[in-house]
């Protein structure tokens, strides 16, 4: 997927990717500028190849960000639906091992941060903490845009990308009927989703996707901002 972001900045840098009504819009260009910018803060806090990442977060411009940046590093986006709980979490880190999450310090009334902490002790793997808009700082967290600034050197070293057959995502389900279930994807198996969807309906660099499922389940993810960014539309 980093290679048709690359694309879609050299052709059009000033284009809007993604249309967030909470933090705004962002061009393609300034896309690029904070995922190379993240990959590198995520690098140097030790985060790599094969590394798994919770990505946990509503429809914010922030969750397409972060996957962007774990794709240059060739580490493994777990997404999962952002209104689980202590059960849907602590399952998720289990099966993983996942080095870090990200979650939003509050969502629809709820408080991330304390449950997070809860139930990491158990698990040792879990080095790295991010939220969104954190505010005040707490032990053990960073906040999203606080780790972002942690560095400003240059592009990602393209010896990290993964090749497209290697692990890049692992998308889990609710948890409704049961536990949630991880399904293993590559960025060809994710991209065939794309490739196959666009010309059925006849999508191009001109369409607007609208997202409003959640982008930790499958569809939102795959048919929302990974559509739109292999398209080099909106």
């Known amino acids: 997927l980093i290679d048709f972001l690359e694309a879609a900045v050299s052709s059009t840098p000033g284009k809007i990717a993604i249309v967030d009504d909470r933090f ?9 500028d904070r995922v190379w910018q993240l990959a590198m803060a995520l690098h140097q806090r030790g985060i790599g190849s094969g590394d798994c990442f919770i990505i946990a977060l509503p429809n914010w411009q922030q969750a397409p960000t972060i996957m962007l940046a774990l794709g240059y590093l060739g580490a493994i986006g777990v997404h999962m639906p952002v209104l689980g709980r202590e059960h849907e979490f602590e399952g998720v880190l ?3 091992g996942a080095r870090g999450i990200v979650v939003p310090t509050r969502y629809h009334g709820y408080n991330y941060v304390p449950m997070i902490d809860s139930i990491a002790l158990a698990h040792e793997a879990l080095e790295l903490k991010v939220a969104v808009e954190l505010g005040n700082p ?9 780790l972002l600034e942690e560095t400003h050197t240059a592009v990602p070293n393209r010896e990290w990308r993964p090749g497209a057959d290697e692990v890049t995502s692992v998308l889990f389900t609710s948890g409704s009927s049961g536990d949630p279930k991880g399904v293993i994807h590559s960025a060809n198996t994710l991209g065939a989703c794309n490739t196959t969807l666009a010309p059925i309906y006849g999508f191009g660099p001109d369409s607007v996707i609208f997202m409003a499922a959640s982008l930790g389940f499958s569809g939102g993810l795959i048919h929302g901002p990974r559509l739109a960014i292999y398209l080099g539309a909106t």
Not at 24 to 32: D, E, F, I, M, S
């Open 24 to 32: 705004g819009a962002v061009t393609y260009r300034t896309l690029q």
């Open 94 to 96: 289990r099966v993983t």
């Open 138 to 146: 707490l032990p053990g967290w960073i906040d999203f845009e606080a």
